[in-house]
Structures are given as structure tokens and as C-alpha cells.
């Protein structure tokens, strides 16, 4: 039986407000121990992703205030989501192909889950999280997880 996102995603995940500040989107970060945040509008409808690289690259290396910066100012706006009953090696496969560590989850467009590539390696052996890491970091044409 070939395994879904839900069985992998971490659920309910924290999630913050396109209109809060970037100091707010780091002290959530830093209070939950995550590395980015799934930012959303006043319905919890999925907007975007703040990562703590955003904060580093876009306001601390930019000299910006992250006290008076919006979330929506420097958030990734162009997301794309994972679903909780898609097989999860299709969402691994996204993550490849964008090179990214962590998909949001989404269902009715609104946020379930975080799908972080610390959540797949849990899930398969040394060898192939060795191979998942190495794709997700460095463009490769293809990777098969089970």
C-alpha cells in the first residue's frame, strides 16, 4: 500500500498572518523550532511561506526593520502545496524538482499540515535519505522513494 502525505506531514501546524511582523514571524519560529511558517490571510486561506532564510536574505542582509516589515512584504508568494491523500512520493518529487525541504499541506486551500523532508527521511532507509537530501539540494532529473 503506497503511503500518503497525511501519513508523513506534521498536522496542525503553526501558521501566521500575512499583516504580522517579521520580528513576530521569527519569535514563532524560534518558540516552535521550525525553519519556516505557513503565512495565510485572515481566513486561513494559504498565502505564502516565510522561511528563516527570507528573514536573513530580505531583511537582515537588506538592513530592513523587522519590526515595521510585514510578513507579506518579503514572503514567498508562489507556493505549491501538497494534498493530504497524495501519494508521498509524488510530494517528494515536488520537493526534487524545486528543491525545497518543506511543502505545506493543504486541503479546501486552507493549511493541515507542514510536509518537511526531516518528516520523509523518518520514513525510508539511510542510503535513500542520503539520495533525497542530495536531490533536494542539488538539481537532479529524477528520484524514485517509495
Given amino acids: 500500500?503506497?503511503?500518503?502525505?497525511?501519513?508523513?506531514?506534521?498536522?496542525?501546524?503553526r501558521t501566521?498572518?500575512?499583516e504580522a511582523t517579521v520580528r513576530e514571524a521569527a519569535m514563532m519560529m524560534a518558540e516552535e523550532d521550525v525553519g519556516a511558517l505557513p503565512v495565510v490571510d485572515s481566513d486561513q486561506i494559504l498565502v505564502g511561506m516565510i522561511t528563516d532564510r527570507d528573514i536573513a536574505l530580505r531583511v537582515v542582509a537588506t538592513d530592513r526593520d523587522p519590526r515595521s516589515t510585514s510578513v507579506q512584504e518579503i514572503a514567498t508568494t508562489t507556493i505549491s502545496p501538497a494534498y493530504p491523500d497524495e501519494p508521498l512520493s509524488?510530494?517528494?518529487?515536488?520537493m526534487v524538482y524545486r528543491q525545497v525541504r518543506r511543502l505545506p499541506v493543504i486541503e479546501d486551500d486552507r493549511?493541515?499540515?507542514?510536509?518537511?523532508?526531516?518528516?520523509v527521511v523518518h520514513?525510508?532507509?539511510?542510503?535513500?535519505?542520503?539520495?533525497l537530501?542530495?536531490?533536494?539540494s542539488h538539481p537532479a532529473p529524477t528520484l524514485t522513494i517509495p
Fill in 1 to 13: 500500500m503506497q503511503k500518503l502525505v497525511r501519513d508523513a506531514m506534521t498536522a496542525n501546524p
Fill in 111 to 119: 493549511v493541515v499540515g507542514m510536509l518537511a523532508q526531516a518528516d
Fill in 16 to 18: 501566521i498572518r500575512r
Fill in 90 to 94: 509524488e510530494a517528494v518529487e515536488q
Fill in 133 to 136: 537530501v542530495d536531490a533536494i
Fill in 123 to 131: 520514513d525510508i532507509g539511510d542510503k535513500k535519505a542520503g539520495r
